[in-house]
């Protein structure tokens, strides 16, 4: 019997990295001879490669190949040929993380004008990964329907959001086809998508193993399935609910839907089937299409990790080196995400993704071809899901096309992030600090603000709290430790554009400085390229004493 499959990820359609040895992969008998073919549109044979399947896997790789369309690729194994057709070479990249990456192109603010064109994706191919994340038997029936989607596809309001207007532009730019592979999850940690021996590296990252361990410790896989099940069946019961519920009341807290409908079960019970567990979508998702040729991942997460903040570098930058060992590519590019404002109405202020994003900098800063691209005034007010997604799409392409493909200066693309700071003294004007900044060499512009601000002051009064009048964004300490608002001057005293002087009354010899140092609140600070200063603090390496708790609600899957 000969056992000979194509991996899933290769279908029609199908979107192939140009310039780039191509990797074709699937299952064989060990021995078996496994032959690829290419041919151009003209039916011309232009490529191909053979390999002997072993250990019931076989890998081959066909030869680096200029952007075109209209190709086709046999394989063979024995009497069984399998052919793919309407192939392009183009760019592919991977459209990872949580929901905000999920988000669907139907329902973001852009959505349905780009939907009611026939022509605005041509260029645009999308597969998105069997998202099951459980191998039961109908996981692999449901991969084989898998397959590469073209604007044509009638699935296309599915896309990812932000995979796609990064695709869009990136297409239109390049002047060829664009093809973007989605493997991303609401609602889950950057544990879930790893191996496990990039946690078991670390004593904070094992945690995420232990923890879900002890749960699920003397537990039967039956059991275990059961469990997660009946939590669907319960869950699906409540979101059904909560839907009447908004007809009837549009607005309705989460409070108050719980106090009427019950505890909210999600995210379900730890289970080996709840797919929110670590190294669950890395089997389910990641195993099934590695080592598919890319050129880069496009990677927007975090929110789920705001419970461990001080963790997500260590954890970010061990899932990194886990895809790219994985990928064979030390290099892979990696486009991410700086998490935007964001904070629950009725919820204190834990500043605990002021640390994520603090990581996320850090691993932009330390991490090769790892790279930020900045959101922090993309938030939505009281919601996790901003539904605009086009504006961050396209800052990440210019991103894309200024450190990867450099085809732009790199002060087009990047957001103003502190470089260095100075405190400064003096008998006539106190202290003050000198605040430098890359990527800011034409200096900044203030702009308004005041919805956000209004809301910020609002969620603040909630909670017995008063923003200052004098409140700025900036803040300066002494050595006590304490903040206080800082009045600020933009320039240096030498002239220098890409400077900007903090200070306050209240602080007569300041020794530390930050800015945005809060889930939600104002951003008024921008480069003159347009994107926001990056928030910050100049004490990173010290101990605040910051909050790290989170949201009783963290990731409510709407979208």
């Given at each position: 019997?000969?056992?000979?499959?194509?991996?899933?990820?290769?279908?029609?359609?199908?979107?192939?990295?140009?310039?780039?040895?191509?990797?074709?992969?699937?299952?064989?008998?060990?021995?078996?001879?496994?032959?690829?073919?290419?041919?151009?549109?003209?039916?011309?044979?232009?490529?191909?490669?053979?390999?002997?399947?072993?250990?019931?896997?076989?890998?081959?790789?066909?030869?680096?190949?200029?952007?075109?369309?209209?190709?086709?690729?046999?394989?063979?194994?024995?009497?069984?040929?399998?052919?793919?057709?309407?192939?392009?070479?183009?760019?592919?990249?991977?459209?990872?993380?949580?929901?905000?990456?999920?988000?669907?192109?139907?329902?973001?603010?852009?959505?349905?004008?780009?939907?009611?064109?026939?022509?605005?994706?041509?260029?645009?191919?999308?597969?998105?990964?069997?998202?099951?994340?459980?191998?039961?038997?109908?996981?692999?029936?449901?991969?084989?329907?898998?397959?590469?989607?073209?604007?044509?596809?009638?699935?296309?309001?599915?896309?990812?959001?932000?995979?796609?207007?990064?695709?869009?532009?990136?297409?239109?730019?390049?002047?060829?086809?664009?093809?973007?592979?989605?493997?991303?999850?609401?609602?889950?940690?950057?544990?879930?998508?790893?191996?496990?021996?990039?946690?078991?590296?670390?004593?904070?990252?094992?945690?995420?193993?232990?923890?879900?361990?002890?749960?699920?410790?003397?537990?039967?896989?039956?059991?275990?399935?059961?469990?997660?099940?009946?939590?669907?069946?319960?869950?699906?019961?409540?979101?059904?609910?909560?839907?009447?519920?908004?007809?009837?009341?549009?607005?309705?807290?989460?409070?108050?839907?719980?106090?009427?409908?019950?505890?909210?079960?999600?995210?379900?019970?730890?289970?080996?089937?709840?797919?929110?567990?670590?190294?669950?979508?890395?089997?389910?998702?990641?195993?099934?299409?590695?080592?598919?040729?890319?050129?880069?991942?496009?990677?927007?997460?975090?929110?789920?990790?705001?419970?461990?903040?001080?963790?997500?570098?260590?954890?970010?930058?061990?899932?990194?080196?886990?895809?790219?060992?994985?990928?064979?590519?030390?290099?892979?590019?990696?486009?991410?995400?700086?998490?935007?404002?964001?904070?629950?109405?009725?919820?204190?202020?834990?500043?605990?993704?002021?640390?994520?994003?603090?990581?996320?900098?850090?691993?932009?800063?330390?991490?090769?071809?790892?790279?930020?691209?900045?959101?922090?005034?993309?938030?939505?007010?009281?919601?996790?899901?901003?539904?605009?997604?086009?504006?961050?799409?396209?800052?990440?392409?210019?991103?894309?096309?200024?450190?990867?493909?450099?085809?732009?200066?790199?002060?087009?693309?990047?957001a103003p992030e502190l470089e260095s700071y100075l405190p400064v003294f003096n008998d006539v004007d106190?202290?003050?600090?000198?605040?430098?900044?890359?990527?800011?060499?034409?200096?900044?512009?203030?702009?308004?603000?005041?919805?956000?601000?209004?809301?910020?002051?609002?969620?603040?009064?909630?909670?017995?709290?008063?923003?200052?009048?004098?409140?700025?964004?900036?803040?300066?300490?002494?050595?006590?430790?304490?903040?206080?608002?800082?009045?600020?001057?933009?320039?240096?005293?030498?002239?220098?554009?890409?400077?900007?002087?903090?200070?306050?009354?209240?602080?007569?010899?300041?020794?530390?400085?930050?800015?945005?140092?809060?889930?939600?609140?104002?951003?008024?600070?921008?480069?003159?390229?347009?994107?926001?200063?990056?928030?910050?603090?100049?004490?990173?390496?010290?101990?605040?004493?910051?909050?790290?708790?989170?949201?009783?609600?963290?990731?409510?899957?709407?979208?």
């Amino acid at each position: 019997m000969n056992d000979f499959n194509v991996a899933a990820i290769f279908s029609d359609h199908m979107v192939l990295q140009r310039n780039k040895y191509a990797a074709v992969f699937g299952s064989a008998n060990d021995g078996a001879l496994v032959k690829a073919q290419l041919f151009d549109a003209n039916e011309t044979k232009f490529g191909e490669n053979s390999t002997i399947a072993e250990n019931g896997r076989w890998l081959l790789k066909l030869e680096p190949q200029s952007a075109q369309t209209g190709c086709k690729l046999v394989i063979s194994c024995g009497n069984e040929t399998k052919t793919f057709s309407d192939i392009a070479f183009g760019e592919v990249w991977l459209a990872g993380g949580q929901s905000n990456m999920e988000f669907e192109l139907q329902n973001c603010t852009e959505g349905p004008s780009e939907l009611s064109d026939d022509n605005a994706g041509r260029n645009v191919r999308f597969y998105y990964t069997n998202k099951i994340g459980w191998k039961d038997e109908h996981f692999y029936e449901a991969e084989k329907n898998t397959c590469w989607q073209t604007w044509e596809s009638p699935a296309r309001g599915s896309w990812s959001a932000v995979g796609y207007f990064f695709a869009k532009k990136l297409a239109a730019d390049l002047d060829c086809v664009v093809g973007v592979v989605g493997c991303n999850w609401g609602g889950t940690s950057a544990s879930a998508w790893m191996r496990r021996e990039f946690l078991e590296c670390d004593k904070d990252l094992e945690t995420y193993l232990t923890e879900y361990e002890e749960a699920t410790r003397g537990k039967s896989v039956e059991q275990q399935c059961k469990e997660f099940d009946d939590y669907e069946i319960e869950n699906t019961k409540w979101q059904e609910k909560f839907a009447k519920l908004w007809e009837k009341q549009p607005g309705v807290t989460w409070d108050e839907a719980e106090k009427v409908l019950g505890k909210n079960p999600w995210p379900g019970p730890k289970s080996c089937k709840n797919p929110y567990r670590p190294c669950g979508l890395y089997d389910c998702m990641i195993s099934r299409i590695v080592p598919y040729t890319l050129k880069g991942v496009l990677w927007y997460q975090g929110e789920s990790d705001d419970h461990k903040p001080g963790s997500y570098y260590k954890l970010f930058r061990a899932m990194v080196d886990n895809w790219r060992r994985d990928w064979g590519d030390n290099l892979l590019p990696f486009v991410s995400v700086q998490l935007p404002v964001h904070r629950y109405e009725a919820d204190p202020d834990f500043k605990h993704w002021c640390l994520i994003r603090e990581a996320q900098a850090k691993a932009s800063a330390t991490i090769n071809n790892v790279w930020l691209t900045s959101a922090f005034d993309l938030g939505q007010y009281s919601d996790i899901h901003p539904r605009a997604k086009k504006e961050l799409a396209e800052r990440m392409e210019n991103l894309a096309r200024a450190k990867v493909y450099k085809l732009i200066p790199s002060v087009d693309a990047c957001a103003p992030e502190l470089e260095s700071y100075l405190p400064v003294f003096n008998d006539v004007d106190g202290g003050s600090i000198v605040l430098s900044f890359a990527n800011a060499p034409l200096g900044f512009e203030v702009r308004s603000d005041e919805v956000r601000f209004e809301e910020y002051k609002k969620m603040e009064e909630r909670q017995d709290n008063t923003v200052s009048d004098d409140f700025t964004g900036f803040e300066v300490c002494g050595t006590d430790g304490v903040w206080y608002p800082a009045e600020f001057a933009l320039g240096g005293t030498d002239g220098k554009l890409n400077c900007i002087v903090v200070k306050s009354k209240q602080v007569a010899r300041p020794v530390a400085a930050r800015y945005g140092w809060f889930n939600y609140g104002p951003v008024t600070i921008y480069g003159k390229n347009g994107l926001p200063l990056c928030p910050f603090r100049t004490n990173a390496n010290e101990a605040g004493g910051e909050k790290t708790d989170h949201a009783k609600i963290q990731q409510i899957m709407t979208v």
